[in-house]
């Protein structure tokens, strides 16, 4: 409490969410594990409840205090761009996409929908998919852009493998959606793809 969380190695504030689940006990040897297995904090706590409950002593109690973090976390970003200028919002929008979804296991495809002010309205993931595709159909991008009355769109999708380099398949998609879009007053913003080493931006590459 005198120093902030920053004054504390990720295994020591692991131990301290881990006391929460189990007091009274030394959690080190738990917090130990769970390092050795996942390798950081972030991985830990977005690691799939079936992978947690793989290291010994890592319980229903464990699991449900490490999710609730992974979901405070979520929600506090999601609160830092909500109905605020996204694109002058930029850096908390990155940190909001990887918190929540570099860490997935499988590929997730998610349109950030914007009003004219180019504030966020909507975020909703469209489609879920395999370890290295995701079905987009573009024409479902626009329709739910005109449902929400939204004049801009980001997507985001998310590349397991750890390489954020589009595809072709992402690139084709993204210039479908866009095509699609203009012609009917809906601007595609960016296209981003995120993963734990980093992300790429379709803007940023000239690809938009």
């Not at 929600?75 to 605020?84: D, V």
């Not at 573009?138 to 769109?153: D, I, M, Q, S």
Request: charged share 25%; aromatic share 6%; proline share 5%.
């Amino acid at each position: 409490m005198k120093t902030g969380a920053d004054g504390l190695p990720d295994y020591e504030l692991l131990e301290l969410l881990l006391f929460q689940a189990q007091p009274r006990r030394d959690m080190k040897p738990l917090a130990k594990r769970l390092m050795d297995r996942f390798g950081s904090f972030s991985e830990i706590i977005s690691a799939e409840p079936g992978s947690l409950k793989e290291v010994s002593g890592a319980g229903d109690a464990v699991v449900e205090v490490l999710k609730t973090v992974q979901a405070a976390a979520l929600r506090l970003a999601r609160q830092e761009i909500i109905e605020k200028p996204v694109l002058s919002s930029w850096d908390k929008l990155i940190d909001y996409c990887r918190a929540a979804m570099a860490y997935e296991k499988n590929e997730h495809f998610r349109v950030l929908f914007l009003n004219k002010q180019n504030a966020l309205i909507a975020d909703e993931v469209q489609q879920t998919g395999t370890i290295d595709h995701t079905p987009v159909y573009p024409r479902e991008v626009v329709k739910r852009a005109l449902e929400l009355g939204a004049t801009a769109v980001i997507m985001v999708h998310n590349h397991p493998s750890g390489d954020p380099t589009p595809s072709k398949a992402d690139i084709e998609m993204t210039t479908e959606v866009k095509d699609a879009g203009s012609k009917l007053g809906i601007v595609l913003h960016d296209h981003l793809i995120m993963c734990k080493s980093g992300h790429t931006s379709f803007k940023e590459m000239g690809l938009l």
